[in-house]
């Protein structure tokens, strides 16, 4: 799967879009420490032991580099950048049920808002799956000859 590359000073605010899910009780905010076990074990479960593993880096960042998507004390979705890569955006799911609600697109705003205020002009969106989706929400544009990039040793199985 290819990359993506973001412009961060063309980006769509986030704001509009976390209204909108907070008004239906949906909260978008950055992951606190002390529930790094049960995230981690959340997206094990819910998306894969690989993104488990870079979910965890997130962990040693300050402030922490993970996004949730919660109701009360319900996991939804999350989001992680800066976890294989500096300004490299992902992993992140948001449950099936909870899809087509606009919580992936909250979740990818406020995490590229995050690399802006840190000073980036750009993020990388790594081993894209859905193009159309980052396209439609912050303009992305595939980076040709980006297969496998950065994952290129990565050790499956």
């Known amino acids: ?60 960042h300050t402030p922490v580099s ?24 992902g992993p992140t799911k948001v449950l099936e049920t909870e899809q087509g609600k606009g919580i992936g697109k909250a979740l990818l705003l406020v995490a590229l808002e995050a690399l802006a205020a840190e000073g980036y002009g750009y993020a990388i969106i790594g081993g894209v799956g859905p193009v159309a989706f980052y396209e439609k929400c912050c303009n992305a544009i595939l980076i040709e000859g980006s297969t496998p990039g950065l994952y290129k040793d990565f050790i499956r199985g």
Do not use: N, Q
């Not at 606190?32 to 981690?40: A, H, Q, T, W």
């Not at 993970?66 to 955006?89: K, M, N, Q, S, V």
């Open 66 to 89: 993970l996004f949730l998507a919660t109701r009360e004390c319900e996991i939804l979705g999350y989001c992680c950048y800066d976890a294989t890569a500096p300004d490299f955006f």
């Open 1 to 60: 799967m290819a990359d993506m590359l973001v412009k961060l000073y063309d980006l769509p605010s986030s704001e509009g879009i976390r209204k909108e899910l907070a008004s239906k009780g949906i909260v978008i905010h950055r992951a606190l420490p002390p529930d790094k076990e049960r995230i981690v074990e959340w997206i094990r479960t819910h998306s894969t032991r690989y993104a488990g593993g870079e979910a965890d880096v997130c962990f040693s």
